[in-house]
Nanobody, 126 residues
Framework: QVQLVESGGGLVQAGGSLRLSCAAS????????MGWFRQAPGKERAFVAA????????YYADSVKGRFTISRDNAKNTGYLQMNSLKPEDTAVYYC???????????????????WGQGTQVTVSS
């Protein structure tokens, strides 16, 4: 089992930055793929970024490529999403997710992840 808790969300002006953290408990986080997803009001949950357990595979949604950076520190059981050059369309609840069953691969599908955090709100004002 993996329990996930996100933090770091908030209100920021367009062009600003935020760093989200995902603190994990449980022994399998270090061997789990981690993903970040977001859900805006009235929209479906959307893939943002994912990183394999080793960090050797990383994938981003086109909408955030070049602006967001996903990383992880397995020694601290924590994952991160550095978000730069934020836009109003980045406003959403951001969720981290983990799954120990992907090997050293990633998935962009939310159904592939078994464990989810409660989400953290990110609001970008124009």
């Amino acid at each position: 089992q993996v329990q996930l808790v996100e933090s770091g969300g908030g209100l920021v002006q367009a062009g600003g930055s935020l760093r989200l953290s995902c603190a994990a408990s449980g022994r399998t986080f270090s061997s789990s793929t981690m993903g970040w997803f977001r859900q805006a009001p009235g929209k479906e949950r959307a893939f943002v970024a994912a990183i394999s357990w080793s960090g050797g595979r990383i994938y981003y949604a086109d909408s955030v490529k070049g602006r967001f950076t996903i990383s992880r520190d397995n020694a601290k059981n924590t994952g991160y999403l550095q978000m730069n050059s934020l836009k109003p369309e980045d406003t959403a609840v951001y969720y981290c997710a983990a799954d120990p069953g992907m090997g050293d691969y990633v998935s962009i599908g939310h159904r592939a992840y078994d464990y989810w955090g409660q989400g953290t709100q990110v609001t970008v004002s124009s």
